[in-house]
């Protein structure tokens, strides 16, 4: 009975002492879910909410496709103050008229998709109110407006530039025996998608279609097709011409003064282009040794072009590219008509990638040149203005500065294919350091369970192109191993197994290797509670 006795009163101490932690455990399994829940909304408020896919537009600082760009002080633009801004500022006024005539901007400020936009409008407000006459007054102004940026082709240190002119050419209103080469106007047939045919300005970018009937179309005719007489006989003729490197050089400069054989001159700026892609012909005479790089020129390739007249229509078919023209009321004494529409400024006038840039856009133009002989490093230190374009234009830090009209603007002109530096003048309102500061931080590294989920792979193109060149090289493996090719084995490796070596360096398509996924970091509260646990072990 004693030993009974004792064995309830053990149990009833055993459970009087296990009571209390037994309600303790029930309530904290009870409250664990609304403890949860606060650690969360506590980690809410914390972190910003992560935005989903799609991210919505942001407003970029200033975004210029396949650029870089630096913010400089003025003090540390190279020559600065040692140019005639007083030129640049009525050039750049000219520019003004047809920008404050436009109405016809995005609601987000920009102008077809270009990073300026309308911001020039506010500028040229300024400058069409005040007529400057001082360069000092004419440097404040645009210090006053922009912020200098230096800007070039991603991966480059600096831009490139070449010259153009407007060529005077000999020519007739009507066909003969000495003027015999045809000047089109655009064909009626010509059709740009997204445009009228009648169309005042159409892209010299992109392709150009032949309308057949009402609906079908095909490509248009390239330079040989024309020259061989596809669009003869339709009454496109404006003037006729002495040979076919006058026309070629009258449409590689965009525009042209003719000298008719009656006394009377007539002028022609660029309208349209065929939609083939330009081919540069004096690449071709580098590429094929004739004329070395230091010495080409637009001299060279017309010396040669003149003792090599058969090779001269072979090299000048190459450049598939044809451009038809306009007829222009201007006198004499007014410059070429750019594709702004206005008149350009000899030194002060150029020609820009449409597609990035905005005309009146200012850019400084720093370096070295040749422009008093081929050999000469003149220093150029000179603020113009983005008036024009061109189909060989491309690129954010790409121009063509316009010299002139004459034989000695083409000399000049002709010599310039020289690195350089440019700095763009944006205007203040687009300050990249000041709206920077607005920008969102991204999104953190997606989790490696995240990555795992959605590996990124090549694209489907790629990796079908990687296969068939596998492909290829196992065909010409095997047949550098049939019977026919063992009378070869003793031949040399390097003329004998090509295909083995591309068939080593194909490799199979792999996927993209992500960036390395985000660690995973305990909290401080599983950290202290795995060290509790490890010392309650080992005390047992």
């Known amino acids: 009975m004693v030993r009974e006795i004792w064995k309830r009163g053990f149990t009833v101490r055993r459970l009087t002492y296990w009571t209390p932690a037994l309600a303790l455990s029930v309530a904290a399994v009870a409250l664990a879910p609304y403890a949860a829940e606060a650690v969360r909304a506590r980690h809410r408020a914390a972190t910003p909410p992560m935005r989903h896919l799609p991210y919505p537009q942001l407003d970029w600082p200033l975004e210029i496709s396949n650029s870089q760009y630096l913010p400089m002080d003025w003090t540390d633009v190279p020559g600065w103050n040692d140019d005639d801004q007083l030129a640049a500022y009525r050039t750049f006024r000219a520019s003004c008229k047809p920008i404050a005539a436009k109405t016809d901007a995005a609601p987000d400020g920009r102008v077809d998709g270009k990073a300026l936009g309308d911001s020039l409008r506010d500028p040229c407000r300024d400058a069409r109110a005040t007529d400057l006459a001082d360069n000092a007054a004419a440097r404040a102004f645009f210090e006053r407006h922009f912020e200098p940026l230096r800007i070039s082709k991603l991966g480059d240190a600096d831009g490139f530039v070449t010259g153009y002119y407007e060529p005077v050419i000999e020519g007739s209103r009507t066909q003969n025996e000495v003027y015999n080469v045809p000047v089109y106007r655009r064909p009626s047939n010509l059709f740009v998608r997204g445009f009228k045919q009648d169309a005042t300005s159409l892209p010299n970018k992109g392709p150009v279609y032949r309308k057949i009937g009402r609906r079908k179309l095909v490509p248009y005719y390239d330079r040989a097709e024309i020259e ?313």
């Open 228 to 540: 061989d007489g596809a669009i003869e006989g339709r009454g496109l003729e404006i003037a006729w011409l002495r040979n076919q490197t006058d026309l070629l050089f009258a449409q590689i400069q965009g525009s042209a003064r003719i000298s008719l054989d009656d006394g009377s001159t007539i002028r022609i700026n660029y309208d349209a282009y065929n939609g083939l892609p330009y081919t540069p012909v004096g690449r071709i005479l580098i590429e094929r040794g004739i004329i070395p790089r230091e010495q080409m020129s637009m001299q060279r390739i017309r010396d040669w072009m003149e003792q090599n007249p058969e090779g001269a229509n072979e090299l000048r078919r190459m450049n598939r590219s044809y451009i038809f023209f306009r007829e222009v009321q201007l006198s004499e004494k007014d410059e070429a008509v750019g594709a702004q529409g206005i008149p350009l400024t000899p030194g002060r006038s150029i020609a820009v990638d449409k597609s990035l840039h905005v005309y009146g856009t200012p850019f400084f133009i720093t370096g070295e040149l040749p422009i008093e002989s081929e050999k000469s490093k003149t220093a150029f230190h000179r603020l113009m203005i983005a008036q024009d374009t061109g189909s060989a234009i491309v690129g954010p830090a790409r121009a063509d500065l316009y010299f002139g009209a004459g034989q000695d603007a083409g000399k000049v002109s002709g010599r310039l294919k020289h690195s350089i530096q440019f700095v763009m003048l944006v205007p203040k309102s687009l300050d990249p350091v000041a709206r920077g500061r607005k920008m969102p931080l991204p999104d953190a590294r997606p989790s490696e369970k995240i990555a795992k989920l959605f590996p990124q792979v090549l694209p489907k193109e790629a990796a079908k192109d990687q296969v068939k060149d596998q492909g290829q090289a196992n065909q010409a493996n095997k047949a550098a191993a049939s019977p026919v090719n063992d009378a070869k084995a003793s031949a040399p490796a390097a003329s004998a197994s090509p295909a083995t070596t591309v068939a080593q360096n194909v490799v199979a398509p792999q996927p993209v290797p992500l960036p390395e996924a985000r660690p995973r970091i305990e909290s401080d509260r599983n950290i202290r509670r795995l060290r509790y646990g490890r010392r309650h072990r080992n005390r047992r």
